[in-house]
């Protein structure tokens, strides 16, 4: 009798190690996101209703491309941690009733056929399997310091991969009984119970994507996919270039705020909002990247509203709807051109308060300053200059 088989992805995961703007799971890998690699490989093998995506639905954006032309099943919201993502998956499969299910970490978009096909045989005989690969290195154990206590023997020893398979209703029941405890995998919850959970032949292709290095290794066996070599429906990037230019003069008081830093001045800058020149033009270069207009069209000074408003708001709005794009910020740099005040104690702070608003990595933005060698009206101390340039990534579909 044929076994009736489901798949919960779990991409609710923020994906920090990953030092992106954008969750891994929606990384592009081969101009294809790693979810949707992931969705490709299970729809071959089940029907598209028994497949839940668990997600966060800061995500929707992203999700919504990811998924570009097929019709899923809801997404499904996940939990504060991976383990409360599964049940809620889970759950969402009751009234299915799958015999077998298959949970998967949307890092692994090179998950293979016949992983898949192995792990579904072996659970004619077991209540769970998991692919696994044999541990290569030397393996040793030490002590708080450092300190070598022993070498451990590798010969048993396996690295777990996804998807792990399960009966239905055993895992169910067991995610059920450890709710609000946490392991570090799905097989170590029947493992609790003493219930077998045997390992099959998983792939080196199958690794998880945890940090940017790892996207290089994923092209490699991308090279030789003939799935993703005639996939037609690819979503690839093209990359945008924003600049962007402000000024304020000073007004009396006894600091400014620079892309969101407080520096002390015998003066502030004057404007409607807090006048914070770094971020409004780096708001524009952002707008500019995607052809959105400049702040000035989405923030009139004549409206109240945005009287001494923080200059980070601006920011947001230009960086939401760069996400609702499906886009993601490459790069910014920001100069910022004054005789006082002295910019260079601060840039530290300012590149780490920009990376913050923006939600990137701060090595992807430079801060930097420069004078007018004491000409024209920064020369003269009479207010600051700004200049900003974005690169920005669209997806081409």
């Not at 383990?83 to 009733?97: C, F, T, W, Y």
């Not at 067991?174 to 032949?201: I, K, Y």
């Not at 270039?241 to 600091?255: I, L, Q, S």
Request: overall charge negative; some cysteine.
């Amino acid at each position: 009798m044929t076994k009736k088989i489901a798949v919960v992805i779990v991409a609710a995961g923020s994906g920090n190690r990953f030092g992106d703007p954008i969750p891994k799971q929606y990384h592009l890998l081969g101009g294809k996101p790693l979810l949707r690699h992931c969705i490709d490989s299970f729809i071959r093998h089940m029907p598209i209703e028994l497949i839940r995506v668990v997600y966060n639905p800061d995500h929707q954006d992203w999700y919504n491309t990811a998924i570009s032309g097929m019709s899923l099943p809801n997404p499904v919201v996940g939990g504060a941690t991976r383990q409360q993502s599964v049940l809620n998956g889970l759950k969402s499969l009751e009234s299915e009733n799958p015999d077998y299910v298959l949970i998967h970490d949307a890092a692994r978009p090179g998950i293979s056929d016949d992983v898949i096909t192995r792990v579904v045989a072996a659970l004619a005989n077991h209540h769970g399997a998991i692919p696994t690969l044999p541990v290569l290195d030397t393996i040793k154990q030490t002590d708080n310091n450092g300190v070598i206590d022993r070498t451990v023997s590798r010969e048993q020893l396996h690295r777990a991969q996804t998807p792990q398979g399960f009966r239905y209703e055993t895992i169910l029941d067991a995610h059920r009984q450890f709710e609000g405890r946490e392991f570090t995998d799905d097989a170590a919850l029947l493992e609790q119970l003493h219930l077998d959970v045997v390992c099959v032949e998983g792939a080196v292709t199958n690794d998880k994507i945890t940090r940017r290095d790892d996207i290089g290794r994923a092209r490699d066996w991308l090279k030789n996919d003939p799935e993703t070599k005639e996939d037609t429906n690819m979503i690839r990037e093209e990359f945008r270039t924003g600049t962007g230019f402000d000024v304020h003069r000073f007004a009396p008081g006894d600091h400014c705020i620079l892309c969101g830093v407080n520096v002390p001045h015998s003066a502030r800058l004057d404007g409607h909002s807090d006048a914070d020149v770094g971020l409004h033009t780096l708001t524009d270069a952002l707008l500019g990247a995607i052809g959105a207009g400049d702040i000035g069209q989405h923030f009139p000074p004549s409206d109240m509203k945005w009287k001494g408003a923080a200059s980070d708001q601006f920011v947001h709005h230009a960086v939401n709807l760069i996400r609702e794009r499906g886009g993601r910020i490459v790069n910014v740099d920001i100069t910022l051109i004054c005789e006082r005040p002295k910019i260079g104690p601060h840039t530290s702070a300012m590149r780490a308060k920009v990376a913050e608003i923006l939600g990137i990595d701060v090595e992807r933005v430079n801060v930097k300053a420069t004078t007018t060698e004491q000409l024209g009206f920064t020369g003269r101390a009479e207010g600051i200059a700004a200049q900003a340039a974005v690169s920005v990534a669209l997806p081409v579909t």
